[in-house]
Each structure stands twice: as C-alpha cells, then as structure tokens.
C-alpha cells in the first residue's frame, strides 16, 4: 500500500560522522529529531542500519536524557518501519 521511505540515502556516512562529532547536546537532538521525523513513516526501505543503529546505541547512552529519549524514539520508529521487510 505505502512506498517504503529510503532513509539511507539521506542519512548516510557523513551524517552519521557528523552528529558522531558533536559535543553539544541541542545539536544531537536536533539532528536525532530530523531522523525521527524521517523515520515516522509506515513503512521503511530494507537496507544496512547498522551505522545509523550504531549512532543511536551511542545516543542512547548519551549523559543528556533528551538525546536518550529522542534515540530511543527513533529505534522505535525504525523497528516499526522495518518489520514487514524481515518476514
């Protein structure tokens, strides 16, 4: 029914470099909040996550509850997107 969304092609290598850099929190939330918006769709083209699943286990562990919650909500997001592609 829905055409599954290509997160890949915009978070890719340089954006997980990039918010991999950052020191400061706002900054990591915003750009966690861009993928979540991205990410809250029906349904998401199977790939490899395992760059951006890496960022979030990082995120996740983050000292700044904001960025935890936020990762945390875009695992959420990507489970869900992703389901139908592993059956």
């Known amino acids: 029914m ?3 969304v290509d997160l890949l092609a915009k978070f890719n290598g340089d954006w997980i470099e990039k918010i991999g850099e950052l020191k400061v929190w706002k900054e990591k939330k915003d750009m966690l909040d861009e993928l979540f918006n991205d990410s809250n769709v ?3 083209k199977a790939g490899d996550y395992s760059g951006i699943v890496k960022v979030l286990k990082k995120m996740i562990n983050d000292a700044n ?9 875009v695992c959420g997001n ?3 997107g992703l389901k ?3 059956e």
């Open 84 to 86: 139908g592609d592993f």
């Open 65 to 73: 509850i904001v960025v935890s919650q936020t990762a945390v909500k």
């Open 78 to 80: 990507l489970a869900k």
């Open 2 to 4: 829905f055409d599954p």
């Open 42 to 44: 029906p349904k998401i």
